[in-house]
């Protein structure tokens, strides 16, 4: 095998298929052979399935989460700033 991978670079595997005359040239090496007798496997192409497309929600469950905890800072801010102006009136 390695005198053979010396005389052809094909074998080599070093050597990959670069264009369609490359691959020409692979295919014409090997013949095809059909069975004369018994089962003849057929190998399936596998092609692609689409499936539904799934709809992605437009803000993250993060982000959601942050700013649920902005407006509940900002509700405690504005809570704390409204009984510190009623303690300011009780006083005065």
Same mark, same amino acid.
């Given at each position: 095998?390695?005198?053979a @991978?010396?005389?052809?670079?094909?074998?080599?595997?070093?050597?990959?298929?670069?264009?369609?005359?490359?691959?020409?040239?692979? &295919?014409?090496?090997?013949? /095809?052979?059909?069975?004369?007798?018994?089962?003849?496997?057929? /190998?399936?192409?596998?092609?692609?399935?689409?499936?539904?497309?799934?709809?992605?929600?437009?803000?993250?469950?993060?982000?959601?989460?942050? /700013? &649920?905890?902005?407006?509940?800072a *900002?509700?405690?801010?504005?809570?704390? /700033?409204? @009984?510190? &102006?009623?303690?300011? *009136?009780?006083?005065?």
């Amino acid at each position: 095998m390695l005198k053979a @991978a010396a005389k052809r670079p094909e074998l080599s595997g070093k050597n990959t298929v670069s264009n369609n005359s490359d691959m020409a040239e692979l &295919k014409s090496m090997f013949r /095809e052979v059909l069975p004369k007798q018994g089962p003849l496997f057929v /190998e399936d192409i596998t092609t692609m399935v689409l499936c539904k497309p799934k709809l992605l929600p437009l803000k993250s469950l993060t982000l959601e989460k942050l /700013e &649920k905890m902005h407006q509940a800072a *900002q509700n405690t801010i504005r809570q704390q /700033e409204m @009984a510190e &102006k009623d303690q300011r *009136q009780i006083t005065h």
